[in-house]
């Protein structure tokens, strides 16, 4: 059932009524994520650099250090950096079942999809293997990708890209060893994804591998075009 997301929105307000909310970046009472907490966040603004997040010139997709590894994907972009209270946000959305943040966060996404003015006939979120779906209980990505599927009227699809390989943690590796871990962990389906633009959702973007191997999958199995979003993303300062 198509439920509108307008519907869905009341829904949770009503559960926030019966169930008052707890932030989920300072544990104060009455919010998903507190006024507070919302201003403590670094929003991304202007051209950043696919990779590592720096800032760049407009007509860059890279920065003059990550030039190594070529990008498949059309365009990649997420709402903040993940540090202070919105790692802390992050962390309870993933790992504690605090799913009412799916519908809380999807907000901002959506602000930057209609801003970049990306155009896309299917919403995809990044597939997360048998082990973690079993032991988690739900993808947090798809807690996402729906209700923006939802609000921009068109399909949602977790069998378009599948997970076919367990991989390594990537919390220790280099952009290129990313890179390599996740290469082939992916495999998209070619009736589904047949010259269709795909907008590919996650919660974290790092240095861009995971849905670098996404784009490619995508791409393979014939989509036309493959954006990515995600909430946060790890900025690589340098010195």
């Not at 979120?125 to 779906?133: A, F, Q, W």
Request: net charge positive.
């Amino acid at each position: 059932m198509n439920i509108p997301f307008s519907s869905v929105r009341f829904l949770w307000k009503i559960a926030d009524w019966v169930y008052p909310p707890v932030c989920a970046g300072c544990g104060r009472e009455g919010f998903r994520f507190c006024p507070q907490c919302l201003s403590e966040v670094k929003v991304l603004n202007g051209s950043r650099c696919l990779s590592c997040g720096r800032p760049i010139s407009i007509n860059q997709r890279f920065c003059d250090y990550c030039q190594e590894v070529p990008f498949l994907i059309t365009d990649l972009c997420s709402w903040a950096e993940f540090e202070g209270p919105l790692r802390e946000a992050i962390h309870h959305f993933k790992y504690q079942q605090d799913v009412a943040l799916g519908d809380f966060f999807c907000t901002f996404l959506i602000a930057i999809i209609e801003e970049h003015k990306w155009q896309f006939d299917l919403v995809v979120p990044v597939p997360v293997s048998k082990s973690r779906l079993k032991s988690r209980g739900y993808n947090q990505s798809e807690l996402l990708s729906r209700p923006i599927a939802r609000y921009f009227c068109v399909n949602h699809s977790t069998k378009a890209l599948k997970r076919v390989r367990e991989t390594e943690s990537q919390f220790s590796l280099s952009s290129k060893e990313r890179n390599r871990n996740m290469e082939d962990a992916f495999l998209g389906f070619p009736a589904k994804l047949n010259n269709k633009r795909v907008l590919v959702v996650d919660d974290i973007i790092t240095t861009g591998a995971t849905m670098n191997q996404c784009a490619k999958s995508l791409l393979q199995a014939g989509a036309k075009e493959v954006y990515g979003v995600s909430i946060a993303k790890t900025i690589r300062h340098r010195n």
